[in-house]
């Protein structure tokens, strides 16, 4: 599996970064596929509401709006255009997923309500400037593995 990132978001995920400073932030990643197991993480959504230090908790609200917003930006085309998965920041750890992640991850793609065949976890920090980033796959089959990411400059 691979994720490409444009440059752009790279930026976004940056400022969003420096921002946020000590505490985890994240969202949720859509974007578009390009052939079986390639992906571009277009879109980066970021939730309005940090976490603490160590932890991250998703707002359901904030997400449902905000996936709602990028249906209907591309047409609904859910084929080409769909949710990838959920992004965070570990400003203070490895970019590496921690048990509470992987089980949280694992139950997202075991529910009943999820309609997709993986989810990704990206997880990223500053190291200096530069943004650190580890992604992973999760089905619902219970297989995870590392994915790889690519940034674009485009």
Not at 104 to 109: A, D, K, S, Y
Request: net charge negative; with cysteine.
């Amino acid at each position: 599996m691979k994720l490409t990132i444009p440059l752009e978001q790279v930026a976004s995920l940056r400022t969003a970064l420096e921002k946020a400073g000590v505490k985890e932030i994240g969202g949720q990643i859509y974007g578009e596929q390009i052939a079986p197991s390639d992906f571009i993480g277009s879109d980066f959504t970021f939730q309005k509401r940090p976490g603490t230090i160590s932890r991250f908790f998703v707002d359901l609200v904030q997400a449902a709006t905000d996936a709602l917003a990028f249906f209907d930006r591309t047409r609904h085309q859910y084929t080409r255009f769909n949710y990838i998965g959920e992004w965070h920041s570990h400003p203070s750890f490895a970019v590496r997923p921690s048990s509470t992640d992987v089980q949280t991850m694992r139950e997202l793609v075991a529910s009943q309500n999820f309609d997709g065949q993986f989810a990704l976890l990206l997880i990223c920090k500053l190291a200096g400037k530069t943004v650190e980033l580890g992604g992973w796959l999760f089905d619902p089959e219970g297989q995870e593995f590392p994915i790889l990411i690519e940034v674009r400059n485009e």
